[in-house]
């Protein structure tokens, strides 16, 4: 690792040379910003790491301050955020920052989720950094979920009761399961003040956590380029890669102008449509939980609606246990099965500006079966719908199982030496 150098004031050498003598400020500064170098050809869904971290870090603080205010009761839970909405000085804004702040969180998500699958983010020497990606994932659908319960209204409450009588499903240990997850024979306080803690305190560290390993790997393997070029393999004397840029302060600059324009339209939606039509904040939402009445039609956020309409798709019993067990099933492993890409990508290129016709029309077919299934999600079911669905998490399921033959069969352009700048 290269000694204490760099653009740092000399005004400041002296006490940088304190500082390093002790702790390693300059060397770490230098490896995961000045001297760390990512192509010049990235365009806009490369922004989505950066914009998911100006999230995490709102979804953080506006967390905190809520939880000034909030009572985890079934007593208190929705008078709590009543008063927070209506009587703590900019309460309703803290809310709306955190409402809003989730379902940002998954746009950018899945949108970067979507660029690792157009350039194969996931293949060597990425799987693990995919890996890591993917409990990100994981971890960020049950920070939602205990979320979700904790304003205690009658869609929260009745979403939870759904999601987790699936557990029960399960054969043997499922009713046992559920008792644990919810701590009582019911949905009540006890559930909601176990939520409340894995939301609050063990998944944001869990989140934190990984996300600072997310980085250590990016920083370890570099970024991809959109155009599948490996930017390491032709640097000037110094040994900087030509075709790169050094993060500091170059990204970061470029990544200020978006995180601007992304700030526009993140406070666009929080002062003038929170509630988004009823996607981000539901109507029956604004009753409170009412173990005696069901909202007219149950569903979870627009986030989890293409997993659970895949959920509801499955409607035959199969060697004598429940469609429902199957179906969850079948949602567990729509949601895990993005974690084998690594390993069913089996095509020589990368990027899909290489890959072939297939992959191209395959990996269409896949985003429109998504989006499908992500409506059919929020709307109640029908002899259609679930027809629709079934047929969509087939195309879902296609996508993945079929990638080893598709990738391997189909012909491929061959990948520039240097990066191709728009
Ligand atoms: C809290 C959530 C997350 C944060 C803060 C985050 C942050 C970042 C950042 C800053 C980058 C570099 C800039 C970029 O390429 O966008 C990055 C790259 C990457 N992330 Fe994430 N990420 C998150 C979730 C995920 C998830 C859920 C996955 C996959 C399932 C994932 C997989 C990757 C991969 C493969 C790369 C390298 C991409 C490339 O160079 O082609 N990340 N992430």
Redesign the pocket.
Known sequence: MPQAQGRIPRMLGGFMEWVDARFPATETFQYHASEYY?PKN?NF?????????I??VNQLLTGIWLTMSYIPSSDGAFASVEYIMRDVEYGWLLRYLHSTGASA?FI??YL??F??LL????RKP?EL??????V??LA?MAEGFFGYLLPWGNMSYWGAQVIVSLVGAIPYAGPGLMEWLRGDFLMSGITLTRFFALHVVALPLV?VM??FV??VA?HH?????PDGVDIKKFKDQKGKPLDGVAFWPYTVTHDIHATVVFLFLFCAVVFFAPEMGGYFLEKPNFEMANPLKTPDHIAPVWYYTPFYAMLRAVTYPLFGVPAKFWGFVVMVAAIAI??MLPWLDRSPVASMRSKGMLSKAMLAIFIVSFLILGYLGTVAPSAATTALAQVCTVLYFAYFLLMPWYTRVEKTKPVPDRVTVP
């Not at 393997?221 to 380029?225: D, I, K, M, Q």
Request: proline share 2%; charged share 5%; glycine share 10%.
């Open positions: 990512a990235h869904l490369y922004l989505m790491g950066w914009l998911a971290t999230v995490l969180f950018i998500v970067h989720m660029r690792g350039y194969g983010s996931y990425r950094l995919w890996l890591i990606g993917m990100i994932y960020l989140l990984l996300v997310h980085f990016l393997v570099g970024s991809t380029a993005p974690a």
